[in-house]
Protein backbone atom coordinates (compact mmCIF):
# COMPACT_ATOMS: atom_id res chain seq x y z
CA UNK A 1 0.00 0.00 0.00
CA UNK A 2 2.93 1.98 0.93
CA UNK A 3 4.85 1.38 -1.99
CA UNK A 4 1.62 2.45 -4.60
CA UNK A 5 1.52 5.63 -2.90
CA UNK A 6 4.87 6.83 -2.99
CA UNK A 7 4.69 5.34 -6.85
CA UNK A 8 1.91 7.26 -7.18
CA UNK A 9 3.21 10.70 -5.66
CA UNK A 10 6.16 10.54 -7.96
CA UNK A 11 3.59 10.59 -11.09
CA UNK A 12 0.78 12.34 -9.85
CA UNK A 13 2.82 15.56 -8.25
CA UNK A 14 1.49 15.26 -5.08
CA UNK A 15 3.23 17.36 -2.00
CA UNK A 16 4.37 15.93 1.24
CA UNK A 17 1.08 16.79 2.95
CA UNK A 18 -1.00 15.31 0.44
CA UNK A 19 0.85 12.06 0.55
CA UNK A 20 1.20 11.97 4.44
CA UNK A 21 -2.49 12.40 4.55
CA UNK A 22 -2.90 9.04 2.54
CA UNK A 23 -0.37 7.26 4.29
CA UNK A 24 -2.07 8.47 7.82
CA UNK A 25 0.84 10.53 9.40
CA UNK A 26 -0.07 13.60 11.04
CA UNK A 27 1.08 16.23 8.48
CA UNK A 28 4.40 18.21 8.80
CA UNK A 29 3.70 21.59 10.78
CA UNK A 30 4.86 24.32 8.40
CA UNK A 31 8.00 26.07 9.29
CA UNK A 32 7.81 29.97 9.35
CA UNK A 33 11.03 31.56 8.17
CA UNK A 34 11.23 34.85 10.28
CA UNK A 35 11.41 38.07 8.12
CA UNK A 36 14.94 39.43 7.68
CA UNK A 37 15.33 42.96 8.45
CA UNK A 38 18.37 45.42 8.63
CA UNK A 39 18.58 46.95 12.09
CA UNK A 40 20.74 49.38 10.46
CA UNK A 41 19.18 50.95 6.78
CA UNK A 42 21.83 52.10 5.08
CA UNK A 43 21.55 55.67 2.68
CA UNK A 44 22.23 54.76 -1.17
CA UNK A 45 22.90 56.81 -4.06
CA UNK A 46 22.60 55.53 -7.36
CA UNK A 47 25.36 57.03 -10.14
CA UNK A 48 24.54 57.70 -13.74
CA UNK A 49 25.83 55.47 -15.78
CA UNK A 50 26.38 52.42 -13.66
CA UNK A 51 25.13 49.07 -14.28
CA UNK A 52 21.88 48.61 -12.88
CA UNK A 53 22.27 44.90 -11.78
CA UNK A 54 25.10 46.22 -9.72
CA UNK A 55 24.55 46.91 -6.52
CA UNK A 56 24.71 51.06 -5.91
CA UNK A 57 27.83 52.23 -3.82
CA UNK A 58 26.81 53.48 -0.10
CA UNK A 59 27.11 56.89 0.42
CA UNK A 60 29.45 58.38 3.16
CA UNK A 61 26.64 59.31 6.33
CA UNK A 62 27.21 62.51 8.19
CA UNK A 63 29.37 61.86 11.49
CA UNK A 64 27.73 61.87 14.80
CA UNK A 65 27.74 65.85 16.22
CA UNK A 66 30.02 66.20 19.39
CA UNK A 67 29.18 67.74 22.47
CA UNK A 68 32.30 70.75 21.98
CA UNK A 69 30.88 73.81 21.22
CA UNK A 70 33.62 75.08 19.38
CA UNK A 71 33.63 72.57 16.98
CA UNK A 72 29.95 73.47 16.90
CA UNK A 73 30.91 77.25 14.84
CA UNK A 74 33.74 75.96 12.85
CA UNK A 75 33.18 73.99 9.27
CA UNK A 76 33.05 70.36 9.39
CA UNK A 77 35.68 68.99 8.13
CA UNK A 78 33.56 66.47 6.22
CA UNK A 79 32.19 69.51 4.00
CA UNK A 80 34.66 70.32 1.30
CA UNK A 81 32.85 73.12 -0.61
CA UNK A 82 32.92 73.22 -4.55
CA UNK A 83 34.58 76.41 -6.44
CA UNK A 84 32.69 77.14 -9.95
CA UNK A 85 35.22 77.92 -12.50
CA UNK A 86 33.68 80.17 -14.82
CA UNK A 87 36.20 81.52 -16.57
CA UNK A 88 35.75 81.90 -19.95
CA UNK A 89 38.59 79.89 -22.66
CA UNK A 90 41.54 81.72 -23.79
CA UNK A 91 41.07 83.88 -20.40
CA UNK A 92 43.76 83.81 -17.49
CA UNK A 93 41.17 83.07 -14.22
CA UNK A 94 41.37 85.11 -11.28
CA UNK A 95 43.26 84.08 -8.33
CA UNK A 96 41.34 82.85 -5.36
CA UNK A 97 40.59 84.70 -2.64
CA UNK A 98 38.48 84.69 0.94
CA UNK A 99 36.49 86.99 2.65
CA UNK A 100 34.17 89.72 1.24
CA UNK A 101 35.13 91.51 -1.46
CA UNK A 102 36.35 95.10 -1.50
CA UNK A 103 35.24 98.26 -3.66
CA UNK A 104 38.37 100.03 -5.14
CA UNK A 105 37.81 103.64 -4.72
CA UNK A 106 37.29 105.69 -7.73
CA UNK A 107 39.30 108.46 -9.53
CA UNK A 108 37.82 111.21 -10.48
CA UNK A 109 37.94 112.22 -13.73
CA UNK A 110 39.95 115.46 -14.65
CA UNK A 111 37.83 118.41 -16.18
CA UNK A 112 37.92 118.37 -19.99
CA UNK A 113 38.84 121.72 -22.18
CA UNK A 114 36.23 124.13 -22.03
CA UNK A 115 34.36 124.57 -24.98
CA UNK A 116 32.08 127.28 -26.15
CA UNK A 117 28.24 125.97 -25.94
CA UNK A 118 24.99 127.42 -26.74
CA UNK A 119 22.31 127.93 -24.08
CA UNK A 120 18.75 129.56 -24.14
CA UNK A 121 16.75 131.02 -22.45
CA UNK A 122 18.81 132.32 -20.10
CA UNK A 123 17.76 133.99 -16.48
CA UNK A 124 19.88 136.56 -14.71
CA UNK A 125 20.05 135.82 -10.85
CA UNK A 126 22.17 138.39 -9.68
CA UNK A 127 24.99 141.32 -10.92
CA UNK A 128 26.81 138.71 -13.22
CA UNK A 129 25.55 135.27 -12.35
CA UNK A 130 23.43 133.55 -15.07
CA UNK A 131 20.84 130.23 -14.71
CA UNK A 132 21.90 128.66 -17.87
CA UNK A 133 19.08 125.42 -17.16
CA UNK A 134 21.71 122.64 -16.20
CA UNK A 135 23.87 124.93 -14.62
CA UNK A 136 24.83 128.45 -13.24
CA UNK A 137 27.72 130.85 -14.53
CA UNK A 138 29.12 133.67 -13.33
CA UNK A 139 30.74 135.64 -15.50
CA UNK A 140 34.47 135.49 -15.38
CA UNK A 141 37.11 138.92 -14.97
CA UNK A 142 34.48 140.96 -13.02
CA UNK A 143 33.52 142.15 -9.13
CA UNK A 144 29.91 142.73 -9.32
CA UNK A 145 29.10 146.22 -7.28
CA UNK A 146 28.80 145.28 -3.84
CA UNK A 147 25.12 144.77 -2.16
CA UNK A 148 25.37 147.68 0.55
CA UNK A 149 26.72 150.18 -2.12
CA UNK A 150 23.88 152.62 -3.14
CA UNK A 151 23.41 154.35 -6.85
CA UNK A 152 21.62 157.33 -7.97
CA UNK A 153 19.13 156.28 -11.42
CA UNK A 154 20.27 158.16 -14.17
CA UNK A 155 16.01 157.87 -15.18
CA UNK A 156 14.24 159.11 -12.33
CA UNK A 157 17.17 162.76 -12.04
CA UNK A 158 16.02 162.54 -8.36
CA UNK A 159 19.39 162.47 -6.45
CA UNK A 160 17.27 161.63 -3.48
CA UNK A 161 16.49 158.28 -4.41
CA UNK A 162 19.12 155.77 -3.78
CA UNK A 163 19.02 152.33 -4.75
CA UNK A 164 21.44 149.29 -4.24
CA UNK A 165 23.85 149.05 -7.21
CA UNK A 166 23.63 145.68 -7.62
CA UNK A 167 20.06 145.80 -8.79
CA UNK A 168 20.40 148.06 -10.87
CA UNK A 169 23.34 145.85 -12.45
CA UNK A 170 21.41 142.98 -12.97
CA UNK A 171 18.65 144.80 -14.56
CA UNK A 172 20.75 146.44 -16.95
CA UNK A 173 22.53 143.02 -17.77
CA UNK A 174 18.40 141.60 -18.16
CA UNK A 175 17.95 144.22 -21.01
CA UNK A 176 21.06 143.34 -22.69
CA UNK A 177 20.32 139.68 -23.23
CA UNK A 178 16.68 139.64 -23.07
CA UNK A 179 15.64 136.63 -24.55
CA UNK A 180 18.98 135.51 -26.98
CA UNK A 181 20.51 132.87 -26.62
CA UNK A 182 24.33 133.00 -24.77
CA UNK A 183 27.22 131.30 -25.39
CA UNK A 184 29.48 130.36 -22.84
CA UNK A 185 32.88 128.53 -22.54
CA UNK A 186 32.52 125.79 -20.00
CA UNK A 187 34.03 122.20 -19.30
CA UNK A 188 31.26 119.23 -18.92
CA UNK A 189 33.15 117.64 -16.28
CA UNK A 190 33.58 120.69 -14.14
CA UNK A 191 32.25 120.12 -10.59
CA UNK A 192 31.63 123.81 -9.53
CA UNK A 193 28.09 125.02 -9.32
CA UNK A 194 28.62 128.33 -10.06
CA UNK A 195 31.21 128.07 -12.79
CA UNK A 196 33.04 130.88 -13.75
CA UNK A 197 33.18 131.26 -17.38
CA UNK A 198 33.57 134.08 -19.88
CA UNK A 199 29.84 134.49 -22.04
CA UNK A 200 28.85 136.35 -25.18
CA UNK A 201 26.04 137.27 -27.16
CA UNK A 202 28.26 137.12 -31.14
CA UNK A 203 30.93 138.56 -30.58
CA UNK A 204 29.69 141.03 -27.55
CA UNK A 205 31.54 139.44 -24.16
CA UNK A 206 29.43 140.49 -21.50
CA UNK A 207 32.31 140.86 -18.88
CA UNK A 208 33.35 143.30 -20.74
CA UNK A 209 30.26 145.08 -21.70
CA UNK A 210 29.65 145.17 -17.99
CA UNK A 211 32.63 147.04 -17.36
CA UNK A 212 31.91 149.53 -20.06
CA UNK A 213 28.60 150.60 -18.37
CA UNK A 214 30.20 150.83 -15.30
CA UNK A 215 28.23 148.52 -13.61
CA UNK A 216 31.33 145.95 -12.77
CA UNK A 217 34.99 146.39 -11.76
CA UNK A 218 37.85 144.72 -13.34
CA UNK A 219 39.15 141.57 -11.49
CA UNK A 220 42.77 141.56 -10.26
CA UNK A 221 44.05 138.95 -12.69
CA UNK A 222 42.01 140.48 -16.10
CA UNK A 223 42.47 140.67 -19.37
CA UNK A 224 44.45 144.32 -20.06
CA UNK A 225 41.19 145.32 -22.57
CA UNK A 226 38.96 144.67 -18.97
CA UNK A 227 41.26 147.46 -16.66
CA UNK A 228 41.14 150.09 -19.89
CA UNK A 229 37.45 149.87 -20.30
CA UNK A 230 37.43 150.76 -16.07
CA UNK A 231 39.23 153.61 -16.21
CA UNK A 232 36.98 154.85 -19.09
CA UNK A 233 33.93 154.30 -17.11
CA UNK A 234 34.70 155.87 -14.25
CA UNK A 235 36.29 158.55 -16.46
CA UNK A 236 32.59 159.00 -18.28
CA UNK A 237 31.24 158.83 -14.54
CA UNK A 238 28.67 155.67 -15.40
CA UNK A 239 27.00 153.36 -13.74
CA UNK A 240 28.30 153.06 -10.01
CA UNK A 241 30.82 155.57 -10.78
CA UNK A 242 27.66 158.21 -11.26
CA UNK A 243 28.31 160.06 -7.83
CA UNK A 244 31.96 161.50 -7.00
CA UNK A 245 34.50 163.34 -8.58
CA UNK A 246 35.96 161.41 -11.63
CA UNK A 247 40.01 160.38 -10.91
CA UNK A 248 43.04 163.09 -11.33
CA UNK A 249 44.03 161.11 -14.53
CA UNK A 250 40.70 161.37 -16.58
CA UNK A 251 41.53 165.33 -16.66
CA UNK A 252 44.48 165.00 -18.41
CA UNK A 253 43.29 163.14 -21.20
Known amino acids: MALAIIIISQ???LDRRELSSLMGAPAPEQVVLPELTDPAPREVRIVGGQNPGAEPPVAATQPAATDDPASADSEPAWINPAHRNVTAPGMTPAPAGNGPLEREATTKRPAGPARWKTFSPVTVREAGLLDLGPRNVRLAGIVPPDPDRLCHPAATGDPEIDVPCARLAMVALRSRIRAFGVECRVS???PAD??????????????LWMI????AKAAARAPKPYAAAEKEARCGRRGIWQAGDPPADCLQN
Do not use: H, Y
Not at 194 to 207: E, F, H, M, N, Q
Not at 212 to 215: A, D, K, L, V
Open 188 to 190: AND
Open 212 to 215: EQGW
Open 11 to 13: FGG
Open 194 to 207: PAVAPCRIGKTDLS
